[in-house]
Structures are given as structure tokens and as C-alpha cells.
């Protein structure tokens, strides 16, 4: 018996000893370290958007301030829940609650909820979102930075469920507090109403650019949920670019005088103008004012392809834009120099049509080239930095280059205005001092039967001290003097009373 008791002793000391040795193992041995993921759950209540800024430094990004009320799964949370929410929504808050967990809601910043946490959160909200978002590979989807978040953390108990009383602890990561961001070009004045004069576009765009250095001031893409960055998209572009075709004629000395007669043939195509209209005698002024088709074929085909490739070139309708580390994007599509062999592509591209295509931005900024005198500009859209501490740092953009000599572009913003004082582009005036370039530009597609047009309105105010280069594009529209000429004019006058 005496060794029986002895046995059961030694064997009990000998558990003992294992036990507190596999005890020892986990707690210094660092194997077996508690995982906080495992005794705890989070929510977000706030995250945060890398910060941009319009460009007098206004927030553009997390603009928006919210309430966030955290439910937890209790009787007396779920009881005064119709405090701030309608019946339904409490109905489906509810369902959730039953998994266990908390659930996140937005409240009204009056709200008062004694058995739910509630925290300041922000969004952003602007009418901008295709420039910036990442659902549209915009801005900030070329911008590396970490994800700023707070979170509210729950402690749990072994089973997975949240502990009584437990009203969570805030989490928040590094940098979520700081100032550091990029400061835009948009002004926010103009952004709000350049989208205010395109809310019945149903599809296209409209970008504003300040003509002394090419600053993108307003970018707007409709519909609002669309995902493309339309002003820096490729399309047909039609008879604006016979501004492009009209700065090679004049640089070269070129204002010939041609008959339009209603349709003209280059080999076997006849190309025709608008409505079968026969213009009669024209120089370039009227050609312009008119939409001539068949008197910008005859100017393509007197200037050639090796003239019209060089102007081409130095307004840069062959490069790209950049516009941030990675966010670019090409001008225009030209005709090859083995199309331009074609008499059929020359004739084309002289009232914009064919294989060419360019994005409303660059057709922008060849008004403001012509606007300033001949001088080029490359587009922008970041003005500066801001440090995590809140400082300022402006960048510098002096890239101005002359690409046509002062006189021809003075001319060509003459012959603009007579465009809108006499000609297709009425519907664009505003105080006699508009100046622009109407266009309806077949696309090859059809719906129903009918082709979709591409219309457009390119213009600079005040003509006659210029501020402003502006573009509007609508899709499937009906003319340039219909669709776009009004939506220019409320821009115009409204930056007129800025």
C-alpha cells in the first residue's frame, strides 16, 4: 500500500513538473503569443482619402463631416435605435445585430444615443470624383500612401462573443491626423459652376483652363457615375480642329481664297458641307465663320502633310500630359505619315475627321495657345505641396515656349470671334466678347440607325483681354451651336460675375 502511495506521488510530481515546463515553453517561448485578432474584433468608423486641395487650399478630399454611431447587439441599443433611424432600417439593423457584432451607421449630427458610441467621421463629396478617384484610375490611384483608418476595437471572449459592458477602445493609425496632401489647380468657385451649367448634359464634358499658364480650373465628367476622365479621353473631334489647320495656314502665309460650291471630290469621295450648303467665294475669316468642310479639304491639300505635320508637332497634338507621377495621358491620335500619302486621310484631317482623335484637355489648350500670343504651355493640375506639419510649397511652371508668331495667333483669335459674331457660334456670345469654334463630328457609330455625333464648343473669354480657354463635349448630340454654345454661355457669364 505504503508503495502504491509512493508511486502515485512520484507520478503526480512527475505531471506536475511537465506541465509547468510546457507552461514555461509558452510563455517565454514566444510560439504560443496571444493573437489580438483572435480575443478581439474591429469596425471602422473613419477613413481618409490621401488630401487634395482646391487650389486656395480648401479641402477637396474628406470634406465631409459625419456622426458614426457604433450599435452594439444589446436589447437597450436596439430599444432606443427609433431615435435615429425609420422603422425599416431599424428592422435590418436588428437582423445584423443577431450575428453578434456591432454594427456602423450613419446618424443625424443632432442624434443623441445613450447605449450606442457615436464618432466624428468624414467623406468626401465634390463634383470632381472621375479627376480623382480610384474607380477611374484618377488621381489618387497614382499617389502611394498608406491607408489611413480609426477603428474601434471590442474585446471577445473565447467563443467569438463581445464581453458585457465593453463600449470599445479607438484605435488610430499613424498619419491619419495629417495635413499632407497635394493643392490642385481646381478652383472650387469654378468647378461648382461649370458642373452647374452642364446638369442637363446627359453624357460628355467640360474643362476650364486659365489661358496665361494652361491651370486645369474645372474638370467635369457627366453622367456622374460615369468612370471614364472624359476630358482626358480620346474622340472625334470635327471642325474645332480647323483652328489647328487655320494656325498652319497662317503661319505659312496661306489665306487663300477658295469657292465652295457644296461638295468637293478628292479622287473618288465627294465630301460635302453641312446641309449641302454652297458658301460661294471665301478667305479664311468666313471659311471659319461658315464651318466650311470643302474649303479647309482645298486648304489641307495646298498646305501638305509635311506643313501640317510641323504645326501638329510644336502645339504638341503628338505628345502626352502629365499630369502627376504616372497619371498621363496622350494628346491626340494622328493620321501616320503613310496615311498622310493619302490625299483621301489629307482631306480629312483638314476639317477634323478620319482616323484623327484628341481629348477635350489638349483642343483646350490650343485655344489658350492661340489666346496668349502663340505660346504653348504644357497642361497642369498640381500647384504645390503641403508638408505633414501645414506647409505651403509652391511649384513652379514656367514652360512657355512660342509656337506661332504673335501676329497669326492674333489673327486666328480675330477670325475666332467673327465666328461667333457672324457665324456658327452665336448661341456662345456674352456681352460681345466671346470667341470659339462650333463643331459636329461624325463618330462611324450608329443607334437606330443614325450616327452618333460628337458636338462641341471650343471658345476663350473675354476675347478681347483673354482669361479663360473653354471646352465642352457632349456625346451623342445634335449640333455645337445647339448643345454646347448655351452651357459656354452660362459659364462665361457666371465667371463674368465671379
Known amino acids: 500500500m505504503r508503495k502504491k502511495l509512493v508511486l502515485i506521488i512520484i507520478s503526480l510530481c512527475l505531471i506536475f513538473s511537465l506541465l509547468t515546463a510546457r507552461i514555461g515553453y509558452i510563455v517565454f517561448g514566444g510560439e504560443y503569443a496571444v493573437n489580438e485578432g483572435v480575443n478581439s474584433l474591429a469596425v471602422t468608423v473613419d477613413k481618409r482619402e490621401y488630401n487634395l486641395y482646391y487650389s486656395d487650399i480648401k479641402p477637396l478630399t474628406n470634406n465631409i463631416k459625419k456622426r458614426i454611431a457604433v450599435i452594439r447587439p444589446s436589447q437597450k441599443s436596439i430599444g432606443e435605435l427609433t431615435k435615429a433611424f425609420s422603422l425599416g432600417e431599424v428592422s435590418d439593423i436588428t437582423q445584423e445585430l443577431k450575428l453578434g457584432k456591432p454594427v456602423v451607421k450613419e446618424i443625424d449630427k443632432d442624434t443623441e444615443l445613450k447605449y450606442s458610441t457615436t464618432y466624428n467621421s468624414c467623406d468626401t463629396l465634390c463634383t470632381c470624383t472621375q479627376l480623382i478617384s480610384k474607380e477611374s484610375a484618377g488621381l489618387l490611384s497614382h499617389i502611394d500612401h498608406p491607408r489611413y483608418e480609426r477603428r474601434v476595437n471590442f474585446s471577445v471572449d473565447a467563443l467569438g462573443r463581445m464581453l458585457s459592458g465593453d463600449t470599445g ?78 494656325a498652319c495656314a497662317l503661319e505659312n502665309g496661306m489665306d487663300n481664297e477658295f469657292e465652295c460650291t457644296s461638295s468637293i471630290t478628292v479622287g473618288d469621295t465627294v465630301y460635302t458641307c453641312q446641309k449641302d450648303k454652297a458658301h460661294g467665294k471665301q478667305h479664311l475669316k468666313e471659311a471659319l465663320e461658315n464651318s466650311c468642310n470643302c474649303y479647309f479639304v482645298n486648304l489641307a491639300l495646298t498646305l501638305g ?3 501640317l505635320s510641323k504645326t501638329l508637332d510644336e502645339l504638341d497634338f503628338n505628345g502626352k500630359t502629365t499630369l502627376y507621377n504616372g497619371f498621363e495621358f496622350k494628346n491626340a491620335r494622328l493620321p501616320s505619315e503613310t496615311d498622310l500619302k493619302s490625299r483621301g486621310e489629307l482631306s480629312l484631317l ?70 461667333v459674331e457672324n457665324g456658327t457660334g452665336k448661341a456662345a456670345d456674352y456681352n ?66 465671379m
Not at 474643362?207 to 467635369?220: F, K, P, Q
Not at 471658345?459 to 480657354?469: C, M
Open 169 to 246: 477602445t479607438l484605435m488610430t493609425n499613424d498619419g491619419f491626423y495629417s495635413r499632407e496632401g497635394l493643392v490642385l489647380t481646381l478652383d472650387e468657385k469654378i468647378q461648382e459652376l461649370t458642373y452647374e451649367a452642364c446638369k442637363g448634359m446627359k453624357s460628355g464634358c467640360a474643362v476650364v483652363m486659365r489661358v496665361e499658364d494652361s491651370a486645369i480650373l474645372s474638370c467635369v465628367t457627366k453622367p456622374d457615375d460615369s468612370y471614364l476622365n472624359k476630358p482626358f479621353s480620346q474622340y472625334s473631334v470635327g471642325s474645332v480642329f480647323k483652328v489647328a489647320v487655320a
Open 305 to 307: 502633310a509635311d506643313k
Open 350 to 419: 483638314g476639317f477634323g475627321q478620319g482616323k484623327l482623335t484628341a481629348a477635350p484637355f489638349a483642343i483646350c489648350n490650343l485655344l489658350c495657345t492661340v489666346a496668349d500670343g502663340g505660346y504653348y504651355k504644357s497642361p497642369y493640375l498640381i500647384k504645390g505641396s503641403i508638408d505633414g506639419n501645414g506647409v505651403y510649397k509652391e511649384y513652379e511652371h514656367d514652360n512657355k515656349k512660342a509656337v506661332m508668331r504673335k501676329e497669326s495667333a492674333d489673327t486666328l483669335l480675330t477670325y475666332l470671334r467673327g465666328v
Open 432 to 497: 460681345g466678347n466671346s470667341a470659339g469654334k462650333t463643331a459636329t463630328a461624325q463618330t462611324g457609330q450608329f443607334e437606330n440607325g443614325r450616327e452618333i455625333l460628337n458636338t462641341w464648343f471650343a471658345g476663350v473669354y473675354p476675347y478681347d483681354n483673354p482669361e479663360y480657354a473653354i471646352v465642352i463635349m457632349y456625346e451623342n448630340g445634335t449640333s455645337g451651336a445647339s448643345d454646347c454654345c448655351p452651357i459656354f454661355r452660362t459659364i462665361v457669364e457666371n465667371l463674368d460675375r
